[in-house]
């Protein structure tokens, strides 16, 4: 695992809004099966390194490689790319007017060409995995919080990704349903999907991240296996950090 070629290489990313600087020329390679967890304050840039990685944001400097794709490429079927890489937001953004399973099966059906049946079979099976089967006839807005994220997470599997980004996936659930997701995010982690996971539970970091990035100001200031990086943070701002999180 720790010897295959990169699937995301970021180098030298840095990103400007206006005149603000969003990321300052940060550097990440996740290898494939990796679960990487990126924490840092508000504001540090975290989602736009997330969303640089799927390019819903462009960079200004510097190049990101997925699965051996430069995403500044002109040529990139980003389209393409993007089918391989699954992304979990923080709002769920389930399709209102579509069925807890037709939100699973449609992206399968209408990007992949999935035939219909083969669809609905997967989708049910990934609705278990996420321990909501029976909700497959219902509509998202008869879902908690955390029944519709893991709806999320499972619509997002349904395409078979290679690499899986969630971007603090459990900050808008009342604290009750975080586990729930959690749970589900540790069993993905354990089957050895490519995890880049933005979030502040450092329960969840500690068991399933291969590496905590911190970042602060546009910048990754601080990096390592867990252990290590909660025993002894090398940055100032990093253990600030934790001993306010902590
Ligand atoms: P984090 O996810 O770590 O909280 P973000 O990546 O969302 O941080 O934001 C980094 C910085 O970029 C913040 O100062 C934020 O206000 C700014 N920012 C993010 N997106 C935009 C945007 N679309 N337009 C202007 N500024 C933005
Ligand atoms: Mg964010």
């Given at each position: ?10 180098t ?11 990321l ?23 989602s ?17 490689v ?17 089918m ?95 586990g ?5 995010m540790?069993?993905?982690a354990?089957?050895?999907?490519t ?52």
């Amino acid at each position: 695992m720790s010897n295959a070629e990169p699937i995301i290489t970021v180098t030298g990313a840095g990103k400007f809004f206006g005149k603000l600087k969003a990321l300052d020329n940060v550097s990440l390679t996740v290898r494939p099966g990796e679960k990487v967890v990126i924490i840092g304050p508000s504001g540090s840039g975290k989602s736009t390194l997330l969303r640089a990685i799927n390019r819903l944001e462009e960079i200004d400097a510097g190049r990101i490689v997925v699965d051996g794709h430069n995403l500044s490429d002109a040529a990139v079927d980003i389209n393409r790319v993007r089918m391989d890489v699954g992304m979990v937001f923080q709002s769920f953004n389930l399709f209102p007017h579509y069925t807890v399973l037709d939100n699973v099966t449609l992206a399968p059906v209408k990007l992949r060409g999935v035939p219909q049946e083969e669809a609905r079979a997967k989708a049910l099976a990934l609705l278990d995995k996420v321990g909501i089967k029976e909700k497959a006839g219902v509509y998202p807005a008869m879902l908690s919080g955390g029944q519709q994220q893991r709806v999320a997470i499972a619509r997002a599997l349904a395409m078979n990704p290679k690499i899986m980004l969630f971007d603090e996936p459990t900050s808008a659930l009342d604290p009750e349903m975080i586990g729930e997701v959690l749970a589900v995010m540790l069993d993905l982690a354990r089957e050895g999907m490519t995890m880049v996971v933005v979030t502040h539970e450092m329960g969840f970091a500690r068991q399933a991240a291969d590496r905590i990035v911190f970042m602060d100001h546009g910048r990754i200031i601080d990096e390592g296996p867990p252990e290590e990086f909660f025993e002894s943070a090398k940055h100032p701002r990093a253990q600030k950090f934790l001993e306010q999180i902590l």
